[in-house]
């Protein structure tokens, strides 16, 4: 399994930050995996942003510290899942990853590359 | 929310030597933890599952214990390719996914 993240890396106070996460050698419609997006900065650590799985039908979950400007939302016909982050601030410079959780005791066993987005005016 | 505490923050070693991280949980999460590697520039690497699973892949100088609030994560001897940074990460408790602060495991 691999995943291949792609989206800008600079933004300004107030744009909205979009990344992608392409999935290969698995299903984001996968009826055992989540999926899900985290950021990392010396700031905050490591800090899980939201995730999407599908059981029967699609779910969503967002950390309290970013609901109401986040999205993350799966496509099926190319195989990704994007965030969205609206109204971005300095504080959302971060690096940030996308990751599959196989089964919930499995670990998240793989990650994407990274990517670097920075804040700044 | 489960607070992670990693001790110690930085641990200095050299190769062929024994290393012993600690991750402490605010709560019992039970087995629900996870160790991951994390060398500069790259994305973390799940080296521990439930505790005490190794991930396919890992070599078995990596290994895992403890349940509850402590947990253990030790590496019998040293290679060069070990020093890195090392995360531990619960998956019991609301937030699902909150991770430790890491320790540094430096030559």
């Known amino acids: 399994v691999q995943l291949q993240q792609s989206g800008p890396a600079l933004l300004k106070p107030s744009q909205t930050l979009s990344l992608t996460c392409a999935i290969s050698?698995?299903?984001?419609?996968?009826?055992?995996?989540?999926w899900l997006w985290f950021r990392q900065s010396p700031s905050r650590g490591l800090e899980w942003l939201g995730r999407?799985?599908?059981?029967?039908?699609?779910?969503?979950d967002y950390a309290v510290s970013v609901k109401g400007r986040i999205s993350i939302d799966p496509d099926t016909s190319k195989n990704h899942f994007s965030l969205q982050l609206k109204s971005v601030t300095l504080e959302d410079t971060a690096v940030y990853y996308c990751?599959?959780?196989?089964?919930?005791?499995?670990?998240?066993?793989?990650w994407g590359q990274g990517t670097l987005v920075t804040v700044s005016s | 929310e489960v607070v992670l505490t990693q001790s110690p923050a930085t641990l200095s070693l050299s190769p062929g030597h024994r290393a012993t991280l600690s991750c402490r949980a605010s709560?019992?999460?039970?087995?629900?933890l996870a160790w991951y590697q994390q060398k500069p520039g790259q994305a973390p690497r799940l080296l521990i599952y439930?505790?005490?699973n190794r991930a396919p892949g890992i070599p078995a100088r990596f290994s895992g214990s403890g349940s509850g609030t402590d947990f253990t994560l030790t590496i019998s001897r040293l290679e060069p390719e070990d020093f890195a940074v090392y995360y531990c990460?619960?998956?019991?408790?609301?937030?699902?996914?909150?991770f430790g602060r890491g320790t540094k495991l430096e030559i």
């Open positions: 990460q619960q998956r019991d408790d609301w937030p699902p996914y909150t």
């Open positions: 990751a599959r959780e196989f089964t919930p005791v499995s670990g998240l066993d793989c």
């Open positions: 709560q019992n999460i039970a087995k629900y």
């Open positions: 050698g698995d299903s984001v419609s996968s009826n055992l995996a989540a």
């Open positions: 999407t799985y599908y059981r029967s039908e699609w779910s969503k």
């Open positions: 439930g505790a005490s």
